[in-house]
């Protein structure tokens, strides 16, 4: 009786033990060797499946692509978390760095971050700051810079005054 009964315990044990030998075969070195965090890795396109609580990063090289397991996005990318896999994103064309699809933090050059938006020029009612690359509220008080002010058609150019007339005749 105890015979049948430690070769149940021994097969059993057997069992248990095969999901977790197949997995160690899944993951491998993978292309670079870097297979960390992977539930599933292969040797042609690295991590296709990622640990729980990381984001897959699949970067694209030409037609071929090789994914990578994260805790943080790389810049250019934000992560977005799915019931079934949480996955890098890019951000839109004009973001340098970005919190979702439609929020940018910080813009590529010649972009102005404006309310988590890229714009080519600030709006009206805000300053371009060079440093930043951002369009600040301008303060009810504050003048528009040289470069923003507009030319009112009620004015009259400035002109140098003219001499009398007699002035001119005596010369």
Do not use: W
């Amino acid at each position: 009786m105890r015979a049948p009964l430690c070769l149940l315990l021994l097969v059993a044990h057997a069992v248990d033990m095969l999901p977790l030998n197949r997995r160690k075969k899944q993951v491998g070195a993978g292309q670079g060797g870097n297979c960390t965090g992977c539930v599933i890795c292969s040797e042609e396109n690295g991590c296709s499946t990622c640990q729980q609580r990381l984001f897959l990063f699949i970067r694209r090289e030409g037609i071929r692509q090789y994914g990578k397991c994260v805790h943080d996005c790389p810049p250019g990318y934000f992560g977005i978390r799915g019931q079934e896999v949480n996955r890098c994103k890019k951000c839109g064309a004009t973001c340098e760095s970005c919190f979702s699809q439609d929020f940018c933090i910080q813009c590529k050059r010649r972009f102005y971050l404006y309310k988590g938006k890229c714009l080519p020029t600030c709006p009206p009612g805000t300053t371009a700051q060079q440093s930043t690359r951002e369009c600040q509220e301008r303060s009810p008080g504050q003048k528009k810079g040289r470069r923003e002010q507009r030319p009112r058609k009620d004015r009259k150019p400035d002109r140098k005054p003219d001499r009398p007339q007699a002035a001119r005749q005596g010369q």
